[in-house]
């Protein structure tokens, strides 16, 4: 599918706010794939569609993770989580993205998973820093993403769990994993050095 068709798409499904949003992600996304080497038109595709389901009702997100048998766990956390899974759900239904790589970095893109792909980390990342974000601590990530994109998903990560920490809100087992699996990984790597 070419851009201009998927930014089409998703017009229809968000704000103009998140519209804008989207691109910045699609912008940013597209330069860290150049970067890293990933493929850059997937890398543009799967930020296109990340926010996919990101209006839809609660109660319609619910129905589809019990239906398709998404991870049940997700229903004891925050409805904000659930935008990703059942994003990557209805991007293959409705609009016809059938990739795996790509439907994989847009169920990711909230939380990430310890196995993360160079694309999933790009969209994560793309999502955190794309220009029109404004939170603490989001210049040092964009530093960071231009060093190592390893380094730079770990400082995001980091900051989502104290943020959730300071908001009393819990936290979700793959954002663990994914900060655990990446800092192990880091840690073997400065052993080595
Ligand atoms: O959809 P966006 O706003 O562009 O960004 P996103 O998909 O990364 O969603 C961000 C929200 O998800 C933010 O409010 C924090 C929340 N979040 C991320 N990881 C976790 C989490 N919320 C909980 N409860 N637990 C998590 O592990
Ligand atoms: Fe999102
Ligand atoms: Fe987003």
């Keep these: 599918m070419d851009r201009q068709k998927a930014l089409q798409i998703v017009k229809k499904q968000l704000t103009d706010k ?5 691109i910045g992600v699609m912008e940013t996304s597209i330069q860290l794939a150049k970067k890293y080497g990933a493929d850059v038109k997937k890398a543009e595709l799967a ?15 619910e129905k589809i993770i019990i239906s398709q048998k998404l991870p049940s766990q997700l229903l004891d956390y925050h ?44 969209v994560f990342l793309a999502d955190y820093i794309e220009p029109g974000r404004k939170f603490p601590g989001v210049d040092h990530v964009r530093e960071l993403s231009q060093q190592s994109l390893d380094k730079a998903v770990i400082q995001a990560l980091k900051n989502t769990i104290k943020f959730l920490l300071d908001k009393n809100q819990l936290i979700y087992p793959d954002t663990l994993e994914t900060y655990n699996s990446l800092m192990k990984k880091q840690q073997m790597k400065e052993d080595f050095n």
């Excluded at 998140?18 to 989207?22: A, D, M």
């Excluded at 389901?53 to 109660?59: D, G, Q, S, V, Y």
Aim: overall charge negative.
């Design 18 to 22: 998140r519209y804008e949003h989207t």
């Design 47 to 61: 930020a296109i569609f990340h926010d996919y389901a990101k209006f839809r009702p609660k109660e319609e997100m």
């Design 79 to 122: 409805s904000e989580l659930w935008h990703a899974p059942v994003g990557a759900y209805l991007v293959k239904e409705e609009a016809g993205i059938d990739d795996e790589e790509i439907l994989q970095a847009i169920r990711y893109h909230t939380t990430g998973n310890k196995d993360m792909t160079l694309l999933d980390k790009i």
